[in-house]
């Protein structure tokens, strides 16, 4: 299947700072990227769908201005998690979609932990 | 709206019995149906989907799953477990083409010797 590159795979960030975490689609144009978020021992939650050149969709109770999204370029998303607290602390996975390959890929997921 | 719900948050057999995890969904509309597998801290893989074609599904390492419409359901099997196949297990529904997924709470799945 088609690749979904995350990263950073894990980061330790300070409270009041921002983090970056990069979603690339390696081997296919992804028109359409989501990002979920996973706390310990539950399901994924959909924060927020982005489309290539689009702003982003964001899922009822997801700050917007928290949580950051560009989708510049069919093989990028970012998500940025803004002035970041110890209840940011979670799992972060994106998926990729493209034209062709209609399947959702994920990226491995990126552990957030703010201290 | 679309929701799935996965009964038994843990599911525990032994090694070379029948894996039985279960899933029902909700959908106003003809539903995608899929599989997902996570193994700790890395993202997930699909391991098949219902799309309105055959309403029995075979994925990867040896997992199938039924469509029933009748009962909602899109329960996961496979023959005999590996202890390869401890993880926890995402049912996960789509409406109407292939648009946001719909996650269940997951299934941990634990084999056993």
């Known amino acids: 299947g088609a690749v979904v590159s995350q990263h950073p795979s894990r980061v330790i960030c300070k409270s009041g700072t921002s983090v970056k975490i990069e979603c690339r689609s390696l081997?296919?144009?992804?028109?359409?990227m989501f990002w979920y978020r996973q706390f310990p021992k539950q399901s994924l939650m959909l924060m927020a769908t982005?489309?290539?050149?689009?702003?982003?969709?964001?899922e009822q109770g997801v700050e917007k201005d928290k949580f950051l999204i560009n989708h510049a370029s069919l093989t990028l998303s970012t998500l940025t998690v803004t002035s970041a607290h110890p209840e940011d602390s979670s799992f972060y996975i994106c998926?990729?979609?493209?034209?062709?390959?209609?399947?959702?890929?994920f990226g491995q997921g990126t552990r957030l932990t703010v201290v | 709206a679309q929701s799935v719900t996965q009964l038994g948050s843990h599911v525990s057999v032994s090694e070379g019995a029948l894996v039985l995890l279960r899933c029902n969904y909700s959908?106003?509309?003809?539903?995608?149906l899929f599989w997902y597998v996570q193994y700790p801290n890395q993202g997930l893989q699909l391991l098949l989907k219902?799309?309105?074609?055959?309403?029995l599904v075979k994925g990867i390492n040896g997992f199938e799953a039924e469509f029933k419409k009748s009962e909602t359901s899109f329960h996961l099997t496979k023959p005999s477990a590996h202890m390869s196949d401890a993880a926890e297990y995402f049912c996960?529904?789509?409406?109407?083409?292939?648009?946001?997924?719909?996650f269940g709470a997951g299934t941990r799945l634990a084999v056993h010797p």
């Open positions: 998926s990729a979609r493209g034209r062709v390959n209609t399947e959702a890929f």
């Open positions: 081997d296919f144009q992804a028109t359409t």
């Open positions: 982005s489309n290539e050149g689009s702003k982003a969709t964001y």
């Open positions: 959908s106003s509309v003809p539903p995608y």
């Open positions: 219902y799309t309105s074609a055959a309403t």
């Open positions: 996960a529904v789509e409406a109407g083409g292939y648009n946001k997924l719909i």
